[in-house]
């Protein structure tokens, strides 16, 4: 452990002014024949998002949900027959209409939204 007179030492070290240098980065230059490069989005093609449908919500208390059993119904906020929410990695994608295919349900999209783009600042 430090004593009182060693962390005194420490920060009046610190706090001199030729302690604090500006840090310069060297200028960021594209290379050449980078600046117009244009990717294809096949090379997306292969990644792999989570499809959610999302037929409505419901609050519920904990002993509610304890008593849960095969065959319980949960009331779900949204009226039957209304459209389905359709979420790619819990961002929305469009509404679509519950189907019944051969036994399996599935989605009728019946419209899609435009992604919004994210930029992330810091990653390379």
Not at 51 to 69: N, P, S, V
């Amino acid at each position: 452990m430090l004593r009182q007179e060693e962390i005194q030492e420490f920060l009046r070290r610190m706090s001199a002014p030729d302690m604090i240098k500006k840090v310069e980065f060297p200028p960021f230059d594209v290379p050449a024949g980078r600046d117009g490069m244009k990717v294809s989005i096949n090379f997306m093609d292969d990644v792999q998002v989570v499809i959610t449908a999302e037929l409505g919500q419901a609050t519920m208390k904990i002993k509610d949900i304890l008593r849960l059993a095969e065959g319980s119904v949960i009331e779900l906020e949204q009226p039957a027959g209304e459209n389905a929410r359709v979420l790619i990695n819990d961002q929305k994608l469009g509404t679509g209409e519950v189907v019944v295919i051969g036994g399996s349900f599935g989605i009728r999209m019946d419209s899609i939204c435009q992604i919004e783009r994210k930029e992330t600042f810091g990653k390379v």
